[in-house]
Nanobody, 121 residues
């Protein structure tokens, strides 16, 4: 059973910073990618940032220069450092991982339960 456990959300004033963490636990062979999506009320879930093995991180245009995604492979953990936060960054942030349970399995997508980030103006 694979679990993605997120932490680090909360309430912050505009211009402030938050750091999200997401740790993958359970039995799996490899992680192809880990990253973050977000969903604001009434909007579709959108990609924020993702690290795919062997590639440079990808970011949504709206967060480039403000957010930094990083990954600790030894801990199976992905981080999202969010600086210069804006009210429009308010959303539920979901951790995402693409991983393989065994060498015989195809890679599958897993989601965390989400952590709320609220930026006040």
């Amino acid at each position: 059973q694979v679990q993605l456990v997120e932490s680090g959300g909360g309430l912050v004033q505009a211009g402030g910073s938050l750091r999200l963490s997401c740790a993958a636990s359970g039995s799996f062979t490899s992680i192809n990618a880990m990253g973050w999506y977000r969903q604001a009320p009434g909007k579709q879930r959108e990609l924020v940032a993702i690290i795919t093995s062997g590639r440079s991180p990808d970011y949504a245009e709206s967060v480039k220069g403000r957010f930094t995604v990083s990954r600790d492979n030894a801990k199976n953990t992905v981080y999202l450092q969010m600086n210069s936060l804006k009210p429009e960054d308010t959303a539920a942030y979901y951790c995402n991982a693409v991983l393989r349970l065994s060498i015989w399995d195809l890679a599958k997508v897993y989601w965390g339960q989400g952590t709320q980030v609220t930026v006040s103006s």
